[in-house]
């Protein structure tokens, strides 16, 4: 391991005043069995460590950094608007153009409103969706995350369509009554709910291509079987592109799989790298939110300056030609190399990735298509990989449930890099096993 001695001492010293010692779960390094390294500087594919260890970076501050960190067009964007001042709790011209610029790319989104995260995005989307339908029920899927609102933090139920729990201590049992968790890339289970709770449900909501536990490909028929049923019962579809929203296609997943929402979620990019969530949809749906509509949301830094310019500068740049081709080209080499290094010395190991953004499995299954396969990976296998990967200055995501990212800054070097770190550790790997 590299020395971590200024890391060790920030976290002892953050713990006595931050639950955890962190400002978000997964930063705490504990599903790795290890201390979270604190982060100084960021530049292009590369992170740097209090210790000055160098790390390439295929977390990307989970997502939003697609250009790299502190990419030199963006940060001199957000500098020009932060001169006249961080906030105004007042409408911009920069908010209009990166709706416009949205809209452009994510055509299903004919009116939206901007938010301070994907969570606050989600749950507008949801009280939307209940608001024009007049129901309370809702569907999301097993694994699937929608920031920390209570009606989203649910655990699935007993069995198939059935009611979810509170899967967080303070969330109230008749608050989640109204949550149906089913398991993803299930269709029986969709329909059967559907059947059951005929005229009931306001909406469905799912990543559509997830990325909290880890990243799960639909099936196509999936996808398209929701948006049959949600026109049959009159239920409005919500895709949560918060993760997925530029980074896998310029249009999305939406893009990618020729399906319209009803209510399109995102951030991370949207906001290149700064606090930032979009909810938007059809326009009759969209208009039934105040101060048009009865339906309210609200936020003070709700279109922040210096966020917004930090999108529209993001998305300029990635809208240029061949951005997403070059992106996965360049993703699929690294995933294949890291696919082949392990088949070499018998470790099992699954791979997906699409756009830029991938995740990988410990598990002889080649099919991964929901929580319930991500949860029978080898997470032993998982830690000793994380961490001899983190020694060797690769910086995957400290989870087995966590998808990765590419940046458009990592080059060649840094993936033969990562595969050449990767082959050493599998050797390492495969000498453990072959021991037990």
């Not at 790299?68 to 020009?80: L, M, P, R, W, Y």
Request: with cysteine; glycine share 8%.
């Amino acid at each position: 391991m590299r020395k971590n001695n200024n890391s060790k001492k920030a976290f002892l010293d953050s713990s006595k005043i931050i639950p955890g010692g962190v400002n978000s779960p997964v930063r705490a390094f504990k599903s790795v069995n290890s201390l979270p390294v604190f982060i100084k500087k960021g530049k292009g594919a590369y992170i740097y460590d209090l210790d000055d260890n160098k790390y390439i970076d295929y977390i990307g501050s989970w997502g939003p950094m697609i250009l790299g960190h502190a990419n030199e067009t963006v940060i001199k964007s957000i500098e020009k608007v932060i001169k006249n001042s961080t906030s105004f709790g007042a409408p911009t011209l920069l908010e209009t153009k990166l709706a416009k610029l949205i809209k452009k790319n994510f055509p299903s989104m004919e009116k939206m409103r901007m938010t301070s995260s994907g969570t606050e995005a989600t749950m507008s989307a949801i009280r939307l969706a209940r608001g024009v339908t007049n129901r309370d029920k809702i569907i999301k899927f097993e694994g699937c995350y929608h920031g920390h609102v209570d009606s989203l933090l649910v655990k699935a139920g007993s069995g198939s369509a059935t009611f979810g729990v509170p899967s967080s201590p303070g969330i109230p049992k008749d608050l989640t009554k109204h949550t149906f968790t089913l398991k993803y890339n299930n269709i029986d289970d969709l329909e059967k709910c559907f059947i059951k709770n005929a005229n009931k449900i306001a909406c469905v909501i799912i990543e559509p291509i997830a990325g909290n536990m880890n990243c799960v490909i639909p099936n196509k028929k999936f996808i398209k079987k929701i948006r049959t049923l949600c026109n049959k019962y009159n239920s409005l579809l919500i895709f949560d592109e918060v993760m997925t929203g530029f980074r896998v296609a310029k249009g999305g997943a939406q893009e990618i799989y020729k399906t319209k929402p009803d209510i399109t979620t995102l951030g991370k990019i949207v906001g290149g790298g700064m606090p930032v969530g979009v909810f938007g949809g059809k326009k009759k749906y969209m208009d039934q939110v105040s101060p048009v509509g009865p339906i309210y949301h609200a936020g003070t830094l709700s279109g922040n300056p210096a966020a917004m310019s930090a999108g529209i500068k993001t998305i300029e740049i990635l809208s240029r030609k061949n951005f997403h081709k070059n992106l996965e080209k360049k993703l699929s080499i690294l995933m294949l190399g890291l696919k082949k290094s392990a088949d070499k010395y018998n470790i099992p190991f699954q791979i997906n990735y699409v756009g830029g953004m991938f995740g990988f499995f410990f598990t002889e299954k080649n099919n991964i298509e929901n929580f319930e396969d991500v949860n029978n990976c080898n997470e032993k296998i998982f830690q000793i990989f994380f961490n001899l990967m983190l020694g060797k200055g690769i910086y995957f995501a400290p989870s087995s449930f966590e998808a990765g990212f590419i940046s458009s800054s990592h080059t060649m070097k840094d993936i033969n890099l990562t595969i050449k770190a990767a082959e050493e550790s599998f050797k390492i790997l495969s000498n453990y096993l072959n021991s037990k």
